[in-house]
C-alpha cells in the first residue's frame, strides 16, 4: 500500500498533465465541431488524445503494470495531435499544441 502510494506521486505529475491534456483536447474538439467545418476535423485527433490521455491518468493513478506501456503511446499520439493542431491559428487549437508537448514530454520520461 505505501509503495503504491509512492508511485502514484512519482506519477502524479504526469497524471495532472495528461487529464488537463484530454481535458483541452475535448475543448478543441468541440470548438471544432460547433463551427460545423468538417474539412477542419478530416485529420483532426483530438478525441483520439483525449481518451488516451484519460487512460493514460486512470493507468497511473491506479499504479497499473501496464502504466508505461499506456504512457509511450500517450506521448505518441499527443505528438501528433500537437502537430496537426499547429496546422491552425484559432486560439484553441494553439492551448491544444501547447498541453500536447507538456504532456508528450512527461509521458514521454514516465515510459522510460
Known sequence: MVETMLKNKMYQECIEVCFE????CER???ECL????TEEMNNCL??????????????????????TE????CSKICIECKEECSKHSESHFRDC???????????KTMAE
Not at 499506456?70 to 503511446?73: E, H, K, L, Y
Open 70 to 73: 499506456i504512457c509511450s503511446i
Open 34 to 37: 460547433s463551427k460545423s467545418n
Open 97 to 107: 499544441v501547447e498541453v500536447c508537448n507538456r504532456c508528450s514530454i512527461e509521458c
Open 46 to 67: 483530438t478525441r483520439d488524445c483525449a481518451d488516451i490521455c484519460n487512460l493514460a491518468g486512470q493507468f497511473m493513478s491506479r499504479d497499473s503494470e501496464f502504466a
Open 28 to 30: 478543441c474538439d468541440n
Open 21 to 24: 491534456c484530454a481535458e483541452i
